[in-house]
């Protein structure tokens, strides 16, 4: 995991030695926005109009910030107006790579070895990690956003005239709720794996660990009285914390030592699981290999030997019993 300084490529590990040993995530450094009309959206300078066929996504299929963005490119059905590429599984050295192979695709707009070339097509100086996911222009050739949080709300309205505008994972009424969920669960739950996982002392590990569980706690008390974190509909809540649970029990448990308990082990949030895995379409949108094969094979501070465990064996099509609520409108 590497980053550009004045777009020269470094293979520069997180730094946690001024940090007493916390991993702190760096600000995302793309943040403009696509709207219907192409007017900048409010605090953005840049002005992006959603057209078909205009912008190009690259993700990793093992990234859980990524994997957001492909569920709202099916569920929204973005998949004919928005193409997709997949970096390779395995981050080393280079950062991202487009190797195409073990499912990676390539780079099939301009050919390019990484997706640090990516970066520095877009701003031949720019500095900070080489992140996904991206959500590039092709016609002005630059990187519009490479904020999960940011792209998954673009998908969600800005291509209605296009899309299945039917479906709104950010509807007006909840919007309150979700941004309260949201600001809880991020630092706590998705990135506070992270921040337990990379941690470098005793005492940084220990905090992260200690935010993952209480929140654990809390969500799983919250789904015994709904079916979904805001009552009876799936919004974008439910999709940042899918990706961040999917991954727990194969990765997070033994790779990050997050292991005081497993999804498994709470019922109603191992169900709440498998309930948005079964919705139609997000299954395709996993690549468990991928997963294990990135985190394992890839954090050589964390896994010397990369060895890819095998298990566990976890049935995400197994039936639930989230529909003992009432279901959905």
Same mark, same amino acid.
């Not at 190009?56 to 957001?68: E, I, K, Q, T």
């Not at 309150?176 to 630092?187: G, Q, S, T």
């Given at each position: 995991?590497?980053?550009?300084?004045?777009?020269?490529?470094?293979?520069?590990?997180?730094?946690?030695?001024?940090?007493?040993?916390?991993?702190?995530?760096? +600000?995302?450094?793309?943040?403009?926005?696509?709207?219907?009309?192409?007017? @900048?959206?409010?605090?953005?300078?840049?002005?992006?109009? =959603?057209?078909?066929?205009?912008?190009?996504?690259?993700? !990793? *299929?093992?990234?859980?910030? =990524?994997?957001?963005?492909?569920?709202?490119?099916?569920?929204? &059905?973005?998949?004919?107006?928005?193409?997709? !590429?997949?970096?390779?599984?395995?981050?080393?050295?280079?950062? #991202?790579?487009?190797? =195409?192979?073990?499912?990676?695709?390539?780079?099939?707009?301009?050919?390019? %070895?990484?997706?640090?070339?990516?970066?520095?097509?877009?701003?031949?100086?720019?500095?900070?990690?080489?992140?996904?996911?991206?959500? #590039?222009?092709?016609?002005?050739?630059?990187?519009?956003?490479?904020?999960?949080?940011?792209?998954?709300?673009?998908?969600?309205?800005?291509?209605?005239? #296009?899309?299945?505008? !039917?479906?709104?994972?950010? @509807?007006?009424?909840?919007?309150?709720?979700?941004?309260?969920?949201? =600001?809880?669960?991020?630092?706590?739950?998705?990135?506070?794996?992270? $921040?337990?996982?990379?941690?470098?002392?005793?005492?940084?590990?220990? +905090?992260?660990?200690?935010?993952?569980?209480?929140? *654990?706690?809390?969500?799983?008390?919250?789904?015994? $009285?709904?079916?979904?974190?805001?009552?009876?509909?799936?919004?974008?809540?439910?999709? $940042?914390?899918?990706?961040?649970?999917?991954?727990?029990?194969?990765?997070?448990?033994?790779?990050?030592?997050?292991?005081?308990?497993? /999804?498994?082990?709470? %019922?109603?949030?191992?169900?709440?699981?498998?309930?948005?895995?079964?919705?139609?379409?997000?299954?395709?949108?996993?690549?468990?290999?991928?997963?294990? &094969?990135?985190?394992?094979? !890839?954090?050589?501070? /964390?896994? @010397?030997?990369?060895?890819?465990?095998?298990? @566990?064996?976890?049935?995400?099509?197994?039936?639930?019993?989230?529909?003992?609520?009432?279901?959905?409108?």
């Amino acid at each position: 995991m590497g980053l550009l300084v004045d777009g020269v490529w470094r293979d520069d590990w997180y730094d946690t030695e001024t940090s007493g040993g916390k991993f702190i995530r760096s +600000e995302t450094g793309f943040r403009d926005w696509i709207t219907r009309d192409g007017t @900048p959206a409010p605090g953005r300078e840049r002005g992006f109009k =959603a057209e078909p066929g205009r912008y190009h996504l690259y993700v !990793s *299929l093992a990234c859980p910030w =990524a994997h957001r963005t492909l569920i709202y490119r099916k569920l929204k &059905k973005l998949e004919d107006l928005i193409p997709v !590429s997949v970096v390779h599984y395995f981050l080393g050295k280079d950062g #991202w790579t487009f190797l =195409a192979e073990d499912g990676g695709t390539g780079d099939p707009l301009y050919g390019l %070895p990484f997706l640090r070339d990516i970066y520095t097509r877009a701003d031949p100086h720019y500095s900070g990690r080489v992140t996904v996911p991206v959500l #590039w222009d092709k016609r002005e050739e630059t990187i519009v956003s490479n904020e999960s949080a940011e792209i998954i709300r673009m998908f969600n309205s800005a291509f209605d005239e #296009w899309a299945d505008a !039917s479906i709104d994972f950010y @509807p007006e009424p909840l919007r309150a709720e979700i941004d309260r969920l949201n =600001a809880k669960i991020y630092p706590s739950l998705n990135n506070g794996v992270y $921040r337990a996982g990379f941690a470098t002392t005793q005492e940084a590990y220990e +905090e992260g660990f200690r935010d993952v569980f209480a929140m *654990l706690d809390e969500l799983e008390e919250i789904l015994s $009285r709904t079916r979904y974190l805001t009552g009876d509909r799936i919004t974008e809540a439910d999709w $940042r914390l899918f990706t961040t649970l999917l991954r727990f029990d194969p990765v997070y448990v033994g790779h990050f030592k997050c292991n005081l308990r497993r /999804i498994a082990d709470y %019922p109603n949030l191992s169900n709440y699981v498998r309930d948005l895995f079964q919705v139609p379409g997000v299954a395709a949108t996993v690549d468990m290999a991928h997963v294990k &094969k990135h985190y394992y094979g !890839s954090h050589e501070t /964390i896994n @010397p030997t990369r060895i890819v465990p095998i298990g @566990p064996e976890i049935d995400y099509a197994a039936p639930h019993n989230r529909d003992r609520f009432r279901k959905a409108a």
